[in-house]
């Protein structure tokens, strides 16, 4: 199989899924029944047995409780790994008011989630039925999040997974972290990413750049961003327990399920391209 045929067919399923939109039932103002939260994806593939992700297991990168894709499923070949970029009519709402996440935002955040894990299942699936074994992380029973050997929630070692989606994005080529540690494409920061290991084998793509913040520029629009000053310029570090708690200690308690923040990955250079890039 190329992949052309698993595109289209994705892009496909992605366009036409009634989860891509907000649902009537669940909507928090009436008017956002039926919006669309993301644009068109874009696609980046890895080789499974690619040392980076070896590397993840180093403490201080993930650590060691990552699972490698060969842990996820035996005899992977390649990691898929899919960028969906927030529509810009969301991000445009969380523009707005930069102490708050906007309605719109929350959306993509919680029934972006579920719209994600559709299409991994959707993908594995398909997969499955061309002859070849897949497994998606995120919606995987196996799926773990925090460190397993950190229980206090304000040690930052705590926030970590067993499989990390910007480290995959990270080896696909897709792009580099940012100072806020969210991964910065060519389409910008501002978007969901999500991935598929499979016994099928794509060639990788080459990763454009070298470093691991190569596409961000420290300009520190997004720490300026912040409403509970998470992210230092000075450390070139964010605080995974600030961030946490500003979400979900306060924003989550105000319109459960709903939560969000997302204003280090708006009004910002990076916010819909990679700004080293010319």
């Known amino acids: 199989m190329d992949k052309s045929k698993l595109e289209k067919t994705l892009k496909e399923f992605i366009q036409n899924s009634p989860e891509a939109c907000v649902k009537k039932e669940v909507a928090l103002r009436p008017e956002l029944a039926g919006m669309r939260m993301f644009d068109e994806p874009i696609f980046g593939y890895s080789s499974a047995s690619d040392p980076l992700f070896t590397e993840a297991k180093k403490p201080g990168i993930v650590g060691p409780h990552f699972m490698t894709p060969e842990e996820w499923l ?22 707005q008011n930069m102490e708050w996440p906007a309605e719109e935002w929350m959306h993509c955040r919680i029934d972006g989630q579920a719209f994600q894990d559709a299409i991994c299942l959707f993908a594995e699936e398909f997969l499955k039925k061309e002859g070849f074994s897949a497994v998606a992380p995120m919606p995987n029973p196996r799926f773990a999040r925090g460190n ?77 961003n912040c409403p509970v000053q998470a992210i230092s310029v000075e450390k070139k570090d964010k605080s995974h327990v600030l961030c946490s708690g500003f979400i979900m200690d306060t924003v989550a308690k105000k319109q459960p399920p709903y939560f969000g923040c997302g204003k280090c990955q708006i009004k910002v250079p990076c916010e819909k391209k990679a700004p080293t890039v010319k």
Do not use: M, Q
Not at 74 to 95: D, F, M
Not at 172 to 192: N, P
């Open 74 to 95: 035996p005899g992977a070949k390649t990691v898929i790994t899919l960028y969906l970029p927030i529509a810009e009519h969301v991000r445009a709402a969380n523009s």
């Open 148 to 224: 397993p050997e950190v229980t206090d929630k304000t040690d930052e070692n705590y926030y970590s997974s067993n499989w990390s989606e910007r480290h995959a994005a990270y080896v696909a080529g897709l792009g580099t972290f940012s100072l806020s540690k969210g991964i910065i494409t060519l389409k910008g920061i501002a978007g969901r990413f999500l991935s598929v290991i499979t016994t099928a084998e794509f060639e990788p793509d080459k990763r454009p750049y070298t470093g691991i913040h190569d596409y961000c520029n420290f300009c520190g629009v997004c720490a300026r």
